[in-house]
């Protein structure tokens, strides 16, 4: 059992790579159709959200990213792009609320994932990752570290809703095995927060 919990939080801590910075070309604002990466120059964005661009890599990256964590091996590249620009919506929002990550939250979410890797499973998951993605570890760590304030920052901003509901229909909050109707809530904010951002959304074109 300790084993097996081991190695979901190793999952876990891999999973948090899914966490890509986002950006896009597509020359007038539309939604996104059948996105078909292998049809799209690499060196040019997806989508933009606020300036910030999500190339063709940060897709195929969090693609990835989910398969390895174990989460997903069926989601489609324009499922993970909404996906993307979804988390840099939630992470804007976050920070405007006042949930930024400390220096001390980034350095301890890095350093567990460092202990991860000292243990055998973890070198194991982790190499693996690295060698199909063409990291190093060292860069690994780098990159893990900063993305982690956005991971974190976006995960105080859900656990605040989800406490929020809780406490408003008598639900008990918690992180292991939370109760589907807060799941429910925390993806309906996410979602109605994704409409709302829209307006600020461009996709671009595959063809320009």
């Known amino acids: 059992m300790k084993k097996n919990r081991r190695i979901l939080i190793i ?8 966490a890509v910075l ?11 159709g059948s996105l078909q990466l292998s049809e799209v120059d690499a060196s040019r964005p997806l989508a933009e959200f ?6 063709v890599k940060d897709v195929e990256r969090h693609m990835y990213n989910l398969a390895a964590a174990g989460q997903s091996n069926q989601q489609t590249a324009e499922e993970s792009l909404t996906e993307i620009l979804q988390n840099m919506v939630l992470y804007e929002e976050a920070i405007r609320l006042g949930y930024a990550a400390t220096q001390s939250e980034v350095d301890a979410l890095v350093e567990n994932s460092k202990q991860a ?18 990291l190093t570890i060292d860069e690994y760590f780098k990159y893990l570290e ?24 008598g639900l008990n909050f918690t992180k292991v095995n939370p109760p589907k109707e807060m799941i429910d809530a925390r993806d309906a904010y996410v979602a109605e927060l994704f409409a709302q951002a829209q307006g600020d959304i461009i996709y671009y074109t595959t063809g320009t």
């Open 11 to 18: 999952a876990g801590v891999v999973c948090i790579l899914a």
């Open 22 to 32: 986002a950006g896009a070309y597509w020359n007038t604002r539309q939604e996104p």
């Open 50 to 55: 606020h300036g910030q661009p999500v190339y």
């Open 117 to 134: 890797y000292a243990t055998p499973e973890g070198k194991e998951m982790m190499d693996q990752y690295c060698e199909e993605v063409n």
């Open 146 to 169: 900063e993305q982690a304030p956005r991971t974190i920052a976006r995960q105080k901003l859900l656990d605040a809703v989800g406490k929020e509901y809780c406490e408003d229909h």
